[in-house]
């Protein structure tokens, strides 16, 4: 069983049990989390008395992520901060009423946001072991749009200095299926990464990303592409003269390849679909939204040779 899946008996018995598996070579870190047992902050001190025993007694240098839990202390959070690598606070709904949809029992500005901002605040203070914070959504438990998740995920970034989230598609259990309650494709939540990745890495905002009028991302199409179709004015763009920026905005193009062209092109400029394959560009993908030395990819490239692969 997964150390992540285990309850919490004694903080000395997970901790010899992490430690034995750690020195045969076989976790590099673990993620503890637990559901709130009699209160909140019994429940955390049992969580960071476990990451202190691995810490002091087993001497584990590397990485853990601890569950702040809903309620939990200014003193707490603090505490699990001095010994965790990571922390997350899930706000599993991205407003007040969604949440009380799947989880009525929490209070989402009093119980989450409000422990969001206290990490974000021992984080500015540099005087942690802690780096950075996360946070995740469960998607289609509580009929939210893909919008509306997104929309406060850029505003955790900007103001919560948020390392990242993620998503998680709602898979309900047999019974709730025969309520009505229906599984969440996990498409929907490939295109929410796609999308956060935009935001997150690729310099997009949250205004520039496209939802039907149900206020969802397009299943069929990743978000980038969408973009791109929707805004024949930015293209072609010329391999050898577009800015990183430009460049990462290009289907089958991301910040590595982007990054490989700038670099390559101060010496030897592009000439070639296959100079710009080992770039890491998808040229199947970049095609129709480039030129290289003033022509077309279908000009340069022989028939048959537009390769697909992820772009990096």
Known sequence: MPLRAMP?????ELAELFSTLWQKGLVQGFFLSS?????????????????????????????????????TSFEAVERAMRVSTRVSVNLEAPSPDRLARIAPGKDFHA????????????????????????TQFVVGAADETDSEILSVTERLYAKMKLKRAYYSAFQPVEEEVQEGRRPTSTLREHRLYQADFLMRRYGFAFDELSFDKGGNLSVEEDPKRVWASNHP?????????????????????????????????????????????????VVGWAAPYILINGKSVAELEEPGQLWFWKER
């Open 233 to 281: 004015e930015r293209f072609p763009v010329e391999i050898n003269r577009a800015s990183r920026e430009e460049l990462m905005r290009v289907p089958g193009i991301g910040p590595q390849s982007a990054r490989r062209i700038v670099t390559r092109r101060v010496k030897d400029k592009y000439s070639s679909p296959e100079e710009l394959r080992g770039a890491g560009a």
């Open 111 to 134: 119980d989450l946001v409000r422990r969001m901002g206290w990490v974000r605040s021992i984080l500015e203070q540099r005087s942690t072991r802690c780096v950075d914070h996360t």
């Open 8 to 12: 919490i008996r004694v903080p000395a």
């Open 35 to 71: 559901g709130v047992q009699r209160n909140p902050d019994s429940t955390m001190a049992r969580m960071i008395r476990t990451v202190e025993i691995v810490r002091k007694k087993y001497g584990f240098p590397g990485y853990v992520h601890l569950k702040i839990l809903p309620g």
